[in-house]
T-cell receptor, first 119, second 114 residues
Framework: AQKVTQAQTEISVVEKEDVTLDCVYETRDTTYYLFWYKQPPSGELVFLIRRNSFDEQNEISGRYSWNFQKSTSSFNFTITASQVVDSAVYFCALSEAFMNSGGYQKVTFGIGTKLQVIP | NAGVTQTPKFQVLKTGQSMTLQCAQDMNHEYMSWYRQDPGMGLRLIHYSVGAGITDQGEVPNGYNVSRSTTEDFPLRLLSAAPSQTSVYFC?????????????FGPGTRLTVL
C-alpha cells in the first residue's frame, strides 16, 4: 500500500524567511508520480508540480523549488523569501502508474501542512 | 473551458436520505476521481475512474456509489446518508496517460448530514 507522510502539520514563518515543507512517501512500485498541491484559504485546490519516479532532477519555479530524493523517499518543497500570499495548506500526493499507459492509479494524499506567513 | 464543475455547492441532508453529487468536466480527461476532505485527514480517495465504463474503489468507498457512462460526467451517489459523511467533497480530473500533469479540481461540495 502506498503512503504519504507530511509530519509538519502547521508551520509559521515571518515574511521573507525561507521555509521547507517535508514529504516522505512509501510505495512498492518502481514507477510512480509525486505531486504538490496548494489549498489557499478560499478552498480551491491548485496543482503546483508533478515529478516522475525516474526523474530525480530538482526543479525551480520562481520562489518555489522541489527536491526529490529516491534514496530517502522524500519530495520536499521549499519556498524562498516567503510572502503572505503563500499562506495556505500544502498537500503532497503520490500515484502509482499503470504499466502500459503510465497513467494514474489511486492517488494518495498526505494530511497537508498548513503554512502561515506572518507579515 | 468550464473546467471541472460540481453541483451543488452546499447541501444539508437528514440521516438516511440519498442524493447524488454531480461532477462534470469539459477537457476530455479520461481520469476522474472523488475525494472527501475532513479536518486533520487530508484528502481521501473515495472512487476513481480511468475511463468511461471503468470505475474502482479508493480508500474510503463504503456508503458511496459511482458510475461513468460518459467521459464528461462522474456522479457520486450517497445511498443512505450518515452523519459520518459530513465533509467537503472534491471531484477531480486529468489525462490518464504519461502526458498527464496534475489533476484539475472542482470547487467542492460542502455536505452536512444531520
Amino acid at each position: 500500500a502506498q503512503k504519504v507522510t507530511q509530519a509538519q502539520t502547521e508551520i509559521s514563518v515571518v515574511e521573507k524567511e525561507d521555509v521547507t515543507l517535508d514529504c516522505v512517501y512509501e510505495t512498492r512500485d518502481t514507477t510512480y508520480y509525486l505531486f504538490w498541491y496548494k489549498q489557499p484559504p478560499s478552498g480551491e485546490l491548485v496543482f503546483l508540480i508533478r515529478r516522475n519516479s525516474f526523474d530525480e532532477q530538482n526543479e525551480i519555479s520562481g520562489r518555489y523549488s522541489w527536491n526529490f530524493q529516491k534514496s530517502t523517499s522524500s519530495f520536499n518543497f521549499t519556498i524562498t523569501a516567503s510572502q503572505v500570499v503563500d499562506s495556505a495548506v500544502y498537500f503532497c500526493a503520490l500515484s502509482e502508474a499503470f504499466m502500459n499507459s503510465g497513467g494514474y492509479q489511486k492517488v494518495t494524499f498526505g494530511i497537508g501542512t498548513k503554512l502561515q506567513v506572518i507579515p | 473551458n468550464a473546467g471541472v464543475t460540481q453541483t451543488p455547492k452546499f447541501q444539508v441532508l437528514k440521516t438516511g436520505q440519498s442524493m447524488t453529487l454531480q461532477c462534470a468536466q469539459d477537457m476530455n480527461h479520461e481520469y476522474m476521481s472523488w475525494y472527501r476532505q475532513d479536518p486533520g485527514m487530508g484528502l481521501r480517495l473515495i472512487h476513481y475512474s480511468v475511463g468511461a465504463g471503468i470505475t474502482d474503489q479508493g480508500e474510503v468507498p463504503n456508503g458511496y456509489n459511482v458510475s461513468r457512462s460518459t467521459t464528461e460526467d462522474f456522479p457520486l451517489r450517497l445511498l443512505s446518508a450518515a452523519p459520518s459523511q459530513t465533509s467537503v467533497y472534491f471531484c477531480a480530473s486529468s489525462y490518464s496517460s504519461g502526458r498527464a500533469r496534475g489533476q484539475f479540481f472542482g470547487p467542492g461540495t460542502r455536505l452536512t448530514v444531520l
